[in-house]
C-alpha cells in the first residue's frame, strides 16, 4: 500500500498569514488531487495536478506537482477564517483508487 | 446537477446486526467507489466498479462487507453482523474520468 504522508497534521494560524501544507510519499502518481472536507460532510475536490512540476493557481490557494510526481504541496496566502478546514491529498495509480494521506486540519483565527 | 446521494445519513446499528448503506452517484459516471473514513483519518479504499462489474475488491476488511451495483448505477455496501471497529463514515464517490471523484455527504455507521 503506498503511503501519502501530510504535514502538518494540525495548523492554527491568525487570519492574514500564508501557510504550506505539504503532502509526500516515495511512490510515483499518475494525478494528485486536493480536497478540502467539512465536519459531517463528505470531501470535495478542489484541484487535480498530472504533470510533474505542474503549478496550478485558483484564487488564494496555490497547488504545486513535484517533479518526480511523488510529492505536492498547497499554499495559501493571506488566509481567511473561512479557509477552516480539514485538506485531503490524494494520489492515484492509473485509473483506479486514489490513496489519501491523513489529512492536515486546519484552523484560521480571526 | 444534483450530487452524490447517500441513504441512510446516520445509522446506529447493535453489534451484530446487519445494515445496508445506499449510494446515488451523479448521472453518468460509469465509476463507482466507496471508501472508509476513521473519525480523524483520511478516507481508505473499499471497492471500485465500473458500470455494474466490481473491478477492484481489495480494501473490503472481512468476507462480513459485500458490495453490489447491479444495473452500473445505485450501489450499496452491506455490512453483515456488525462489530464495533466498523464504526467508521462510509463515503461514496464516482467520476466520469476515474481520476477525479466526486464525492457524497457520507453514512455515518455507529455499531453499539
Known amino acids: 500500500t503506498q503511503l501519502l504522508e501530510q504535514s502538518p497534521q494540525f495548523l492554527s494560524i491568525q487570519e492574514g498569514e500564508n501557510l504550506t501544507v505539504y503532502c509526500n510519499s516515495s511512490?510515483?502518481?499518475?494525478?494528485l488531487q486536493w480536497y478540502r472536507q467539512e465536519p459531517g460532510e463528505g470531501p470535495v475536490l478542489l484541484v487535480t495536478v498530472v504533470t510533474g512540476g505542474e503549478v496550478k493557481k485558483l484564487k488564494r490557494l496555490t497547488f504545486q506537482f513535484g517533479d518526480a510526481r511523488k510529492d505536492s504541496s498547497l499554499h495559501i496566502t493571506a488566509a481567511q477564517p473561512g479557509d477552516t478546514g480539514l485538506y485531503l491529498c490524494a494520489g492515484a495509480q492509473g485509473a483506479q483508487k486514489l490513496v489519501f494521506g491523513q489529512g492536515t486540519r486546519l484552523t484560521i483565527n480571526p | 446537477g444534483a450530487g452524490v446521494s447517500q441513504s441512510p445519513r446516520y445509522k446506529v446499528a447493535k453489534r451484530g446486526q446487519d445494515v445496508a448503506l445506499r449510494c446515488d452517484p451523479i448521472s453518468g459516471h460509469v465509476s463507482l467507489f466507496w471508501y472508509q473514513q476513521a473519525l480523524g483519518q483520511g478516507p481508505e479504499f473499499l471497492t471500485y466498479?465500473?458500470?455494474?462489474?466490481?473491478?477492484?475488491k481489495s480494501g473490503l476488511p472481512s468476507d462480513r462487507f459485500f458490495a453490489e451495483r447491479p444495473e452500473g448505477s445505485v450501489s450499496t455496501l452491506k455490512i453483515q453482523r456488525t462489530q464495533q471497529e466498523d464504526s467508521a463514515v462510509y463515503l461514496c464517490a464516482s467520476s466520469r474520468y476515474t481520476y477525479e471523484q466526486y464525492f457524497g455527504p457520507g453514512t455515518r455507521l455507529t455499531v453499539t
Open positions: 466498479f465500473q458500470n455494474e462489474a466490481q473491478l477492484d
Open positions: 511512490s510515483v502518481f499518475s494525478s
